[in-house]
């Protein structure tokens, strides 16, 4: 399995052209400090953006979506691009599972906001996420019980980094929840289901042409779907047919 923690060289140099975080413009007096303000910004955003899907995966039909998604390795990992999930127009998977998924993601944003008092720009957000290829990175998913709640981590973005911080939702006994902060590693995550936000690690080029044989793919599983449909229906209606001439003793070939 790839390292928990994808890390793409000169990544930050983009990740942040536009501010996520209202942090101070305030020219930077060399290279180095505009690279860790950006980076910073980057950090920040993902922490948001993890907190933000915590909440998006307390409805189990979710978690199959994003399992879904995952399962189809479009570029041959386990992960989905997080625009895929949040744009129906453009996405890999079916439009209508897509809505649902936006919709909730979209509601959280706002009681985020609500709560922080500190406004994510939606339209900045999307185009931060499509631009930088977030997505979600679910290991060892085949070993998920199909109710358990994903912890939530993020790309740490340190270069030797193999853990980070997670968040998961715990139940008290008197039915109460919270959200309590764990470490994410390797052997957490095959004994735990994860969901890490981080940067896919091809360029941006490669991924169309993934995601064009994933469309392409579904589309000719849709068309065969529909067609084997079809054929299905026209020899019942046959067998339906023959059976009520038998019946009537028409056919002296049609015995019952």
């Not at 999307?126 to 109710?147: E, H, M, R």
């Not at 004994?191 to 042409?209: A, G, K, T």
């Amino acid at each position: 399995m790839k390292k928990l923690y994808a890390w793409l060289f000169g990544i930050v140099v983009v990740l942040s052209s536009i501010s996520l975080s209202g942090c101070d413009n305030a020219a930077p007096t060399n290279r180095n400090s505009v690279g860790e303000i950006e980076k910073q910004q980057a950090l920040d955003t993902l922490k948001r953006l993890s907190l933000i899907m915590l909440d998006v995966a307390q409805n189990p039909e979710n978690i199959k979506l994003v399992k879904h998604g995952v399962e189809l390795k479009f570029d041959g990992d386990e992960n989905i691009l997080l625009s895929d999930l949040i744009n129906p127009s453009e996405s890999i998977l079916k439009q209508n599972e897509v809505d649902d998924f936006r919709h909730v993601f979209l509601r959280e944003i706002q009681e985020h906001n609500l709560n922080k008092r500190n406004d994510l720009n939606l339209d900045s957000l999307f185009s931060w996420i499509k631009d930088n290829n977030v997505q979600v990175y679910w290991p060892y998913t085949d070993l998920w019980d199909g109710k358990t709640i994903p912890t939530i981590s993020y790309d740490p973005m340190e270069k030797e980094a193999d853990q980070n911080e997670g968040f998961k939702v715990v139940v008290a006994s008197d039915g109460t929840t919270k959200i309590e902060t764990v470490l994410v590693n390797d052997e957490y995550a095959s004994n735990n289901p994860v969901w890490i936000l981080n940067f896919n690690e091809h360029s941006r080029e490669s991924i169309q042409n993934h995601r064009q044989k994933r469309i392409k793919k579904n589309n000719n599983n849709d068309l065969y779907s529909r067609s084997s449909s079809f054929v299905k229906t026209i020899f019942e209606n046959i067998c339906f047919f023959c059976y009520a001439i038998a019946r009537r003793g028409k056919s002296p070939l049609i015995r019952w």
